[in-house]
């Protein structure tokens, strides 16, 4: 039982720590996806590695786990507030021209990073871009100025 309740702490845990870190530009999954595969994956290793190399409590314990991620993706589709909790919101980084400031602080991104991936879609100016989101996946969406 103690297996049990390490793996949902720890779980539980991760998706926290993923989301008080904060998103970064290039991720394709959500915080959430991602702290399923990194958990699963080190788990997966420790009754490999470690002293407890017992079959059933590998087992237990990531039955645990896609128990705790099916919960908690549940609860993410019936209570919308916990979803964002869990994901996070899309954030405006760029609107008209005017930089969100204390946004790109707590993301810990620069407007270059935003104007490097605003040149690969072919806008070189900042006139001409009328928004920047930073996405729930990490990604930086470019609305084109009309």
């Known amino acids: 039982m103690a297996a049990v309740l390490r793996a949902l702490f720890g779980y539980c845990f991760l998706i926290f720590m993923v989301r008080i870190a904060g998103r970064r530009p ?5 915080p959430f996806e991602f702290v399923l595969i990194f958990f699963i994956g080190g788990v997966t290793l420790t009754p490999m590695v470690g ?4 079959l059933s409590n590998a087992l ?6 896609g128990i705790t ?4 993706a549940w609860l993410k589709q019936r209570f919308p507030a916990f979803g964002r909790v869990v994901d996070g ?13 204390e946004t790109m602080r707590r993301m810990r991104l620069q407007d270059d990073d935003v104007m490097a991936l605003a040149r690969d879609q072919g806008l070189q100016t900042l006139e001409e ?3 920047a989101v930073l996405e729930r996946n990490g990604e930086i969406s470019i609305i084109k100025a009309s």
């Not at 290039?26 to 959500?30: D, L, M, S």
């Not at 002293?51 to 017992?54: I, L």
């Not at 991620?69 to 908690?72: A, D, E, F, R, T």
């Open 51 to 54: 002293d407890d190399r017992s």
């Open 26 to 30: 290039g991720k394709q999954i959500t």
């Open 60 to 65: 237990c314990i990531i039955m645990t786990i």
């Open 129 to 131: 871009i009328d928004y």
């Open 89 to 101: 919101t899309p954030l405006l980084l760029l609107a008209k021209g005017e930089w969100q400031v």
């Open 69 to 72: 991620h099916s919960l908690i």
